[in-house]
Each structure stands twice: as C-alpha cells, then as structure tokens.
C-alpha cells in the first residue's frame, strides 16, 4: 500500500483551515499532519512533521506567508500550494510566493474554483496530488532575477528540431510550474528577437497583467497582457488574458491576435489547445510551438492540428518539469520534434535569427 500524502495547512481563518481539512479528509491518500494558523507555526511544524505538501495562506499574522514560504524553502525545501486573493494585490503576493520557491496557487474564494462545492473540493484534491507528485525544482527565484545558465552549450537551431526553415511566430503554453518556467525562458532572449511570441498560461484574470507587468520588467523583450486585435510584432511578447481565449488571425495588413470569451464547456480559458488551433490555421508551417511544465494535457489537440500543418514542437523534459503533465501528452503522442530540458529552452530560442 503506497504511503499517504502528508499535508500541513496553514492559515490564520479557522473557518477557511476547517473548509481545506474537510475537503482533503474525504481522500484516503492524503493525511493531514497538522494545522498552523500564522507563517511562524508554520516553519516550525515543517521542521517537526517534514509533510509532503503545505497548503499556504499569503497573509498572515506574526509571519507572512511569503516570508515562511523564503523560511522553508531556503532550509527544508517542501512543496507549498499558495491560497491568494484574486485582486491585483493579491496576484503580485502570490507571485512574490512562486518567486520565494512556491509551486502553485489557487484562488482563496473557493468559489472561483469551480461551479459548487463539489467541483471545488475535486479541484482542491487534484491540485494537492499533484503538487505532491511533482519534483521539487532547482529552478527558484525565477520571477525577481536572472538566472544562471548551466554552462552546457546550447544546441543550434538546426540541431534543435526547427531545421532549415526559421519559424515566423513563437506560441508558448504551460501551466503548473509554468509562470517561472516562462520567466526563465524569455529572459533569456535578447531584445531584438525575431519572433512575435504568444503565451497562455493557466492563471486567473486578475493575475496575468500583473505577470505580464513583471515580466516585462525583468526581460529585455517587450511583454504585455494581450488586447483584442494586438498586433503581433517581432520582439514582443502578448500574455492571454486569465479568464478569456487568445486566438490568432491574419488582419487588414498583418496578424494579430482575438481576444474572446469562452465558450461553454471549454475547461481551460486560456486554452493552449484554442491558441495552437488557430496558428495552425493561420501561420500553417511557420510555426513553432512549446509546450512547458503543466498538469492534464491542454495543448495535445492542438499540438496535433499544429503537426499536421507542417509547423514544429518543442516539450519540456521530465527532469526539468514541476508538473509532466502537459508536455508528456503532447510527447507519449509522438508529436515533440524535440524534447528540451528547461534551462536549455531559452538559449536555444535565442539562437533563432
């Protein structure tokens, strides 16, 4: 019998400690081995009960969440799942905690988590299994600063899967692990890239302009949060909007991009899936799609259409991914021209010219 998954909830609402435990005791792979209601309980009950995974309030009495998040990861590395309010506050807290070494978030209304309790405590359950599954990643700090590279020498384009044709447009999907992972890559671009890049990453409305705004402000690219009929230009990169669909196609004189509202029954908004779909059908063959670190497979389908087309995919490695989710579909399906480990993602696309 596998060994229960030991959580640690942290929180200063007991209401909101009691709601996280009801729904985490209905699964019979997870334990709760303790509850702290302020950051500084929390780092000393990691020390005492090293769990699997801890789910984290931002702010908090005595010790912030962020400040206990630096405090754990810098001494004990343990997988944290954020809880943060979706206000543009709330996105720049919970963005300084995936910088401080945090896997994921979720929304602290858990009403925005799904269309009833039911489907909240699902995804609750879901997210807490797989940040528990996931690797605990050497890529940190993502967020605030330059990385180091490893120091391999990077592969040349012709090597790396997009062989003697230069692409004409970067769409880039992700989600778990997927906002420093991005970080990383396109901070390693150099301003006069070639490329206009597209990007959907799975997070809420009220966190992707301020993702977007950080990004641009750590990367020599330009980075934006996407508007309905952007325009897309070499050099800049266009953020889906949290909550909308993100889709490209070719305007009066160049390409841009359609900002929507999903439809009903479409999980994902952004969708990977809808964002590859339509470059698939507008650039056909002079695409190249990467797909990085996430849980479920948004991407696959339209991974497919873009393969079909005759454009080219890049996937994440499993080393290197929080989460294999993603880009183990889009490779197990036998479509990744390429299969890159994450540090080395960024320089290879900079060789692009």
Known sequence: MAAKLKVLIVDDSAFFRNRISAALSQANDIEIVGIAADGKEAIERTRRLKPDVIT???????????????????????????????TKEGARETLDALDAGAMDFLPKDMSNLGSGVEEANKLLLERVRAVGQSRLSSVRGALGGRRQHTG???????Q?????????????????????????VLSALPR???????????????FTGAYAERLNGVCSIKIKEAADRDLLIAGQCLVAPGGKQLQVERGPSKYQVRISEPLSGQIYHPSVDLMFTSVADSYRDR???????????DGLQGARKLKRAGSVLWSQDQHSCVVYGMPQAVEKAGLSDRVVALDEIGPMLARIS
């Open 56 to 86: 984290m309030d931002v702010e908090m009495p005595i010790v912030d969440g962020i400040s206990a998040v630096r405090k754990i990861m810098a001494e004990m590395p343990t997988r944290i799942l954020m809880f943060s309010a979706l």
């Open 152 to 158: 391999r020498t990077p592969m040349t384009v012709s």
């Open 160 to 184: 790396s899967g997009v062989g003697g044709r230069k692409p004409e447009l970067l769409a880039i999907g992700a989600s778990t692990g997927g906002p420093v992972a991005l970080r990383q």
């Open 192 to 206: 006069n890239y070639p490329l206009p890049i597209i990007v959907a990453v799975h997070m809420p409305g009220s």
């Open 287 to 297: 695409a190249l799609g990467v797909i990085l670190t996430g849980m479920g497979a």
